[in-house]
């Protein structure tokens, strides 16, 4: 929520040229043990999205009051965001607004759309800035500095599952888009999002949700002061079997313990995560099938497609400030395993048999994020330089199996992947004049890794290292306005199996090229934040982002398929217009050209790159008596294949709230979701299937998974 002292007040009305100053938590509002600036850098560059004043965002506000915010976050150690398209929201303004999942959660972000085209354990399907980021390449997602994104991943790099996710415990939202920022390193090219968690709450939650198609779930959370530091404890669970017609029984089990000591700035904190999650999934479908009657809308063609996963970390934040400036150090082990079960193509390959097979991914993830901060003077101008180090190791074990009905058939390829990063970067902000400021960084990123493959042409070691400067400028503020540029490279990493491959792990004997295991992006971004008239805030913000290759490890058939040169280029406009301290308008609209820039036959669109894509919101609601909230998500239609003569629909769908606040703690709450129950897809893919008894060749088709019909959720919860 955004705190002014008054005598900041004052200062905003008596400078009317001027924005308000940056949004704070509780969390920051201990300051560090710095040399006093005379004039500090102006607090313009960030804009948080403020909602009424509910408990919830009191309690989201204190959260950070008794711990160390993650070294992960944009302005951990108080730089100022330098892009126009850079934001963070309060945990609140998150939770302001219904969602179907955890992970469209994150659809706070402007421009992001967060999708899902199997059951609810999988990751979520994630489009930024026209891609489509399949499970999450390309964005980049911590949760408390611990890296979500898993490179060498069974299912496809980078693959983000978000699903561990608490919505409740959210204390910030961080952020940046573009290759812009020295401290963001790989799968962050298109975007980077930093979520944090609270340290503390207020006051303790027990909640309880039930809705449509056996919708279940059951949160407590609470935090108690222990010694000198505040120990938090939350557990989830949710028990969910879908729309569809084969059930998907989720089975979800959910939890956090975590003690924090001290500030922001001077603190430490511990925490614990486990994660448990067993489900069936209807995948997408062949559109023929539903045309021809053979199945329902909500059909399946596999009943036994499914997957369990888990995930179990332990994490630590530390943070000291002196006069020499301030330090910041997080730590992780992850130990994470997905057993999924897939049939997209149903008896194309194995007309017996069928086509499903079996992702398998176990992993130990261990790493540490450390940066230090200083204020100095360079030729009298002031400036902030920040230096770090990042590193993880993944050991994994890796596999592809065919399979039927779950049983195992045969082995495709079993890897055993030691593979590990180490970035190294800085940057300086300097301050020249009162309206002018520049930050200049650079970034060197060193990837070794080794495979040991069940087929020994396979295995081997690869290692590739990039350097990446980057640049930006702020201007302003002028008639409460300022404007910025940013530029910068990039990389991408692709799966290491695809760097040492050399045949065909279905045949053992067909030739296949290598990839590189580091592929360049580059890209640069012009925009502006203004605050036309009171209450109003908007920003603009025109990119262009470049990759060299759009190369990527396809997990589903366990080779290596490179594709072609992209360019995106496009622009975003962000809107938040809060009338009344009760009542607030969000606006967000985004518009991409995603081209390949070789010459090609086959056609210049990208499939499943988005257009257009946008959101609106209104919110309103006091600290006690009656809230609500109404949004929609508008995703636009898609290439599905490089000539554009295939086009996947539009989706619209709207999802409205209305609760009440009693001034004893209890909050009783009605969400719909897809309330005008608006007949369309979450996803759809084109591509060769073969149902029974149609040609070996098979068939062409639109391939679809179906949004949710209107589902209406009621929960019923407590603050004590």
Not at 178 to 193: E, I, K, Q
Request: proline fraction near 6%; avoid cysteine; glycine fraction near 10%.
């Amino acid at each position: 929520m955004l705190v002014l002292p008054a005598e900041a007040q004052e200062r905003s009305a008596q400078q009317p040229n001027q924005l308000p100053p940056v949004t704070i938590t509780a969390a920051d509002t201990k300051p560090p043990k710095r040399v006093a600036r005379q004039k500090p850098l102006p607090n313009l560059g960030a804009r948080t999205r403020n909602v009424a004043r509910p408990e919830q965002q009191r309690e989201a506000a204190s959260g950070g009051s008794s711990g160390v915010t993650p070294a992960s976050s944009d302005d951990a150690t108080g730089l100022h965001p330098t892009a126009a398209s850079s934001v963070r929201y309060t945990g609140a303004e998150v939770n302001a607004v219904p969602f179907t999942r955890p992970g469209e959660a994150l659809e706070i972000v402007p421009g992001l759309i967060v999708t899902q085209h199997s059951g609810e354990g999988k990751a979520n399907q994630y489009f930024l800035r026209g891609f489509n980021l399949d499970h999450g390449t390309d964005l980049a997602i911590t949760v408390d500095g611990m890296p979500v994104n898993m490179p060498t991943h069974g299912h496809g790099q980078g693959y983000a599952d978000i699903n561990f996710l608490i919505p409740e415990l959210i204390q910030s939202v961080n952020v940046r888009k573009g290759p812009y920022f020295a401290d963001v390193g790989d799968f962050g090219s298109a975007g980077a999002v930093g979520i944090d968690y609270v340290n503390r709450l207020q006051k303790n939650i027990a909640e309880v949700s039930v809705g449509s198609f056996a919708y279940r779930r059951g949160l407590a959370a609470g935090s108690t002061t222990v010694g000198e530091g505040t120990l938090l404890a939350a557990v989830e669970g949710i028990k969910y079997d879908g729309p569809w017609d084969v059930p998907d029984d989720v089975r979800k089990i959910n939890g956090l313990l975590r003690y924090g000591q001290g500030t922001a700035t001077d603190g430490f904190t511990l925490t614990g995560m486990a994660y448990s999650n067993a489900w069936n999934s209807t995948d997408q479908v062949a559109q023929r099938a539903i045309d021809h009657g053979i199945i329902s809308r909500l059909g399946s063609l596999d009943p036994t497609d499914g997957g369990v996963s888990t995930r179990f970390s332990l994490s630590g934040n530390f943070a000291h400030s002196s006069e020499y400036g301030q330090t910041k150090i997080s730590a992780y082990a992850i130990r994470s395993t997905l057993q999924l079960y897939n049939n997209f193509t149903y008896f194309l390959d194995n007309p017996v048999n069928g086509d499903q097979f079996n992702q398998l991914d176990q992993r130990t993830v261990s790493g540490f994020d450390a940066r230090h901060a200083f204020d100095w003077r360079f030729g009298g101008f002031e400036t902030q330089t920040r230096v770090g180090m990042q590193s993880r190791y993944d050991d994994i074990r890796v596999g592809l199996f065919k399979t039927e009905q779950r049983n195992w058939l045969s082995t495709v390829r079993e890897d055993s992947v030691r593979e590990g990063n180490v970035g190294i970067w800085a940057d300086s902000t300097t301050r020249w004049t009162d309206w002018l400021r520049t930050t200049v960084g650079i970034r060197e990123d060193f990837f070794p890794g080794r495979v040991l493959s069940d087929t020994p042409e396979n295995s081997g070691n690869a290692q590739a290292s990039m350097m990446s400067p980057k640049a930006g400028i702020v201007l302003g503020p002028w008639f409460r306005t300022e404007l910025y540029g940013n530029a910068g490279y990039g990389l991408h990493s692709n799966d290491i199996r695809g760097a040492t491959i050399t045949v065909d792990p279905n045949d053992k004997v067909t030739p296949l090229d290598r990839v590189p295991l580091l592929v360049r992006s580059r890209g640069a971004e012009v925009g502006l934040r203004t605050k036309p008239i009171e209450g109003l805030t908007s920003s603009v913000a025109l990119f262009v982002l470049d990759f060299e290759s759009e190369l990527l490890f396809v997990g589903d058939a366990g080779t290596t398929e490179p594709s072609r040169p992209s360019r995106r280029v496009g622009v975003e406009w962000v809107n938040q217009y809060k009338p009344l301290p009760w009542l607030s308008f969000d606006l967000d609209v985004a518009y991409t050209k995603a081209r390949f820039t070789d010459i090609d036959p086959a056609g210049d669109r990208i499939p499943g790159a988005p257009a257009w894509v946008g959101s609106a919101a209104i919110t309103f609601g006091h600290e006690t008596g009656w809230f609500g909230a109404l949004k929609a998500r508008y995703f636009g239609p898609r290439p599905l294949i490089e000539d554009d003569s295939v086009r996947s629909l539009a989706s619209l769908i709207f999802n409205a709230r209305a609760g009440y606040r009693f001034d004893n703690g209890l909050r009783v709450q009605l969400d719909i979701l897809n309330l005008f129950n608006a007949q369309t897809n979450q996803i759809e893919y084109y591509y060769l299937s073969r149902l029974p008894g149609e040609p070996i060749d098979g068939v062409a088709d639109r391939h679809v998974h179906p949004a949710e019909p209107r589902a209406a959720r009621l929960t019923v919860a407590a603050r004590f």
